[in-house]
């Protein structure tokens, strides 16, 4: 069977193309397109109080704190000439005037207007300081509450956006994952030959997860991100033309440095998620086959190839590391330079008197809020690089297509499934490797309520056959037809739905016995149920448990022996209640008693119904109506035990061979 015998072979990606994945994941935003849009708006909003800070600053400093008349950005010549600094009082309020009349020799009174230099204004008591600026104190408190308001405001906002977004992220991924894991649950057998258990748990359940910040705050917040860009952009140009343009000089340094880094921080994510695919896979490789470690001494080995797993993920997260190690600061360098920019030609502007004090602090306030979102941007471009990382392992698993089609049908099936009045195979030819071929041309048929066993050496194809017949893999030549139609036309779940299959080693689940018995199966009554564990012969272990058939079984059932779970799995069989019966060398490994128990419940089971037996002791076919030999994926030898003892050929010589080596040593 045709396997991946190491972890680095996953496909190789090509030139990362966002947009084309981001495309892809649209239709898992779809359904919650209407959040989306309403946290859109409100980051919209969020952006304008934003905004709105730096210049709520800017009115309180030129209004009300150094204002117009009184600020060092307005040097005003008195009479004579000397330059002094001025304050600037409106006549017009009674306060004001009353303590312009009590220092009439500090004021100069021009219409409604007086003023007076900062030097005498130190010698006014300061009570009378303050009536004169009461007014500048009271639009103070003002900008002092509008400024409160619009913080309190955007929290509201921004916590209401956050629930909105991750109530639409959180169901994106459900929905992502649900998608991923049913697609997965859909491909054949040969998907997952290809591909180890642990890349399958990281693409469900690693990847997904790494899409959590791309669908909850990347998304929004680039739109928050540019808007903020735009908006100070706008804001700092109808400011100072200039200073703007002179601010915007390191633009295109940040462009460059941008998608240089861009470029290196796609390879390092891509390496991560490779590498931790292997970490898992290497993990429940090590997990499974514990048991041979421990017994061949392999601990040390099995640890260093670990190690080497593990440590080759270390060397790419480091890369990841430095890419943003030198990223990071970079950015930081060219605000510092963009700032250093400002406080020089804007304190020009200012001395000048080109600027206002609180236009240059309302500048400084908004190019520090300038590349904050470009840092923003950088950060949240890292989150988007893992994502997208992450996302082209997922879309390379939807673009498996391994999946047994049918001409017909779309997987709905009566609830009850037609008898089977005959199964045939017509020259099947297969190979789970091309130019590997496991059978040639075999050719059969199974008649309604005939049991056919199927023997023969390994490596002969006898389990190839079940495979066919259950359509896990379709032939490569020839057909397989079951009451005269073609497999190829039947949905798989239509096939399976006919058939029940007790395998070697049987596979249990997590949960109580009941659940592993009525497996997808409606609850049956107490009477029924009773009737399939009397047939089943597993009466004995649920009377023997102290929990009956609500004993809680560990993983795959390891608390039960394998005879117990054979058991299990043959109840199991009774409970679907099909027309079809394949047994996969389901006595094999077990010890005399058991098997005697496990052969009367396969009789049981095998009673009233077709039946394909695949055996390796060949005691337990003698009784079949049919025996088909099979070695080296041709059928060799058919006919019925005596018969076939008679002729003395390929089937006697394996019947001779296990008489004389015994069934524990028996060809198998």
């Not at 054949?188 to 959590?212: A, E, K, W």
């Not at 007790?502 to 029924?528: H, M, Y």
């Amino acid at each position: 069977m045709r396997t991946d015998y190491g972890y680095a072979e996953e496909e190789t990606v090509g030139k990362p193309y966002d947009v084309h994945l981001l495309k892809r994941l649209y239709p898992f935003a779809g359904p919650y397109r209407t959040w989306i849009l309403v946290s859109v708006f409100i980051v919209v909003l969020i952006t304008l109080l934003e905004l709105a800070l730096p210049y709520i600053t800017k009115v309180a400093i030129d209004r009300y704190i150094v204002p117009p008349g009184g600020s060092a950005s307005a040097l005003q010549d008195d009479a004579a000439g000397s330059g002094e600094h001025r304050l600037t009082v409106d006549m017009t309020d009674p306060q004001v005037r009353d303590v312009v009349m009590r220092y009439p020799t500090l004021f100069t009174v021009s219409g409604a207007r007086a003023t007076v230099s900062y030097m005498d204004l130190a010698t006014v008591d300061r009570a009378d300081v303050y009536r004169l600026k009461h007014q500048d104190l009271s639009g103070l408190t003002w900008a002092a509450v509008a400024f409160l308001v619009v913080v309190i405001l955007n929290f509201c906002l921004t916590f209401t956006q956050v629930i909105l977004m991750e109530r639409a992220g959180q169901n994106m991924l459900h929905d992502l994952r649900i998608r991923l894991y049913s697609h997965i649950q859909n491909q054949s057998l040969d998907f997952f030959s290809r591909n180890p258990v642990g890349r399958l748990v990281t693409r469900v359940t690693n990847d997904v997860q790494n899409m959590h910040e791309l669908f909850t705050s990347v998304i929004v917040f680039i739109f928050k991100d540019l808007f903020l860009l735009l908006g100070i952009a706008g804001v700092l140009l109808a400011i100072d033309l200039k200073l703007a343009a002179a601010s915007f000089m390191v633009l295109p340094l940040v462009a460059w440095a941008s998608v240089f880094f861009a470029r290196r921080a796609r390879e390092a994510f891509r390496m991560m998620r490779v590498k931790i695919a292997e970490i898992n896979t290497r993990f429940a490789e090590g997990i499974e086959g514990l048991k041979v470690i421990q017994l061949f001494l392999q601990e040390r080995h099995v640890s260093r190839r670990f190690n080497r797993v593990n440590h080759d993920y270390y060397e790419a997260g480091m890369n990841q590391v430095r890419v943003f190690a030198v990223f990071m600061p970079v950015i930081e360098v060219l605000g510092a330079a963009a700032l250093a920019t400002i406080i020089y030609y804007g304190g020009r502007s200012v001395i000048a008197q080109r600027l206002s004090l609180g236009e240059l602090v309302a500048f400084i306030s908004y190019m520090k809020m300038f590349f904050r979102p470009i840092r923003d941007v950088a950060e949240k471009y890292n989150i988007m690089q893992n994502a997208m990382a992450s996302a082209e392992r997922i879309f390379l698993m939807f673009d498996a297509r391994d999946v047994l089609t049918a001409e017909t049908g779309d997987g709905v099936y009566a609830a009850k499934p037609p008898a089977v009045t005959d199964i045939r195979f017509e020259a099947v030819s297969f190979g789970y490797t091309p130019d590997e071929p496991v059978l040639r041309s075999v050719t059969f048929a199974v008649e309604k309520n005939e049991t056919v066993a199927v023997v023969g050496p390994t490596g002969s194809g006898k389990t190839t056959v079940i495979n066919l017949a259950a359509r896990f893999y379709d032939p490569d030549d020839g057909r397989i037809f079951i009451n005269g139609r073609d497999t190829r036309k039947m949905h798989p779940a239509e096939v399976r739905s006919m058939m029940a299959l007790v395998t070697q080693e049987p596979v249990l689940f997590s949960g109580t016995i009941r659940d592993n018995i009525l497996k997808g199966n409606c609850r049956l009554s107490d009477v029924k149920m009773d009737r399939i564990l009397r047939a089943s012969r597993c009466d004995a272990l649920v009377n023997r448990l102290p929990d009956g058939l609500d004993t809680r079984l560990s993983e795959s059932g390891a608390s039960l022996s394998s005879g117990e779970r054979q058991l299990i799995s043959i109840a199991r069989a009774f409970a679907c209640d099909p027309p079809l019966i394949i047994l996969d060398e389901a006595t094999s490994y077990i010890d005399s008693e058991t098997e005697q128990m496990i052969q009367e419940a396969m009789d049981n089971l095998m009673k009233h119904r077709t039946a394909i037996v695949v055996a390796h002791r060949l005691s337990t076919v003698r009784h079949a109506d049919r025996i088909l030999v099979m070695n080296r994926g041709k059928i060799v030898e058919s006919g019925s035990h005596d018969d076939l003892m008679h002729r003395r050929g390929f089937y006697y010589e394996l019947n001779r061979m296990w008489m004389n080596n015994g069934p524990a040593s028996g060809p198998r």
